[in-house]
């Protein structure tokens, strides 16, 4: 069976993340929400809050495109910005009891999701999956030190 020319690790990746992403999308617009607010609402701590620069990596994203974000989180009252009491530069985030309960839903969502693909496709498949995802990771990130240097 020959493959056709479009299919590439990239392009499968791309295209499985963009129908999980839809997915999701239409899953938080019934909570009048988005995914790009519960993945952030996921990588902060509930108790101990996260500062921007810890957030953003998690997200793939730099420290300088959080604004948008924060704000929009902070207007609907899911988060509140704390300033360091030693480095005035640097903001921790903390989620307000609404945030919790939001992250709490977003949490609840994706472990749905991803019970659901366990039982159709099965634990071996799942970690195989992973394993593979993972060494994919570690070759494009050794590319990118490579290019970086060069």
Request: without cysteine; positive net charge; hydrophobic residues 35%.
């Amino acid at each position: 069976m020959s493959k056709k020319h479009t299919e590439t690790v990239d392009s499968k990746l791309k295209t499985a993340w963009q129908i999980i992403s839809r997915m999701y999308n239409a899953e938080a617009a019934q909570h009048s929400a988005s995914i790009a607010i519960g993945h952030f609402l996921l990588n902060i701590d509930s108790n101990e809050g996260a500062y921007a620069s810890e957030i953003a990596p998690r997200l793939g994203m730099e420290s300088t495109s959080l604004s948008r974000i924060t704000k929009a989180l902070e207007d609907e009252k899911l988060i509140i910005r704390k300033a360091d009491k030693d480095d005035k530069r640097k903001v921790k985030i903390l989620l307000t009891q609404k945030g919790k309960e939001n992250k709490e839903l977003a949490k609840k969502i994706v472990r749905n999701f991803n019970t659901e693909i366990e039982k159709k496709i099965g634990k071996n498949k799942i970690d195989e999956f992973f394993k593979t995802v993972d060494d994919i990771i570690l070759i494009a990130e050794e590319k990118n030190k490579l290019l970086k240097l060069g």
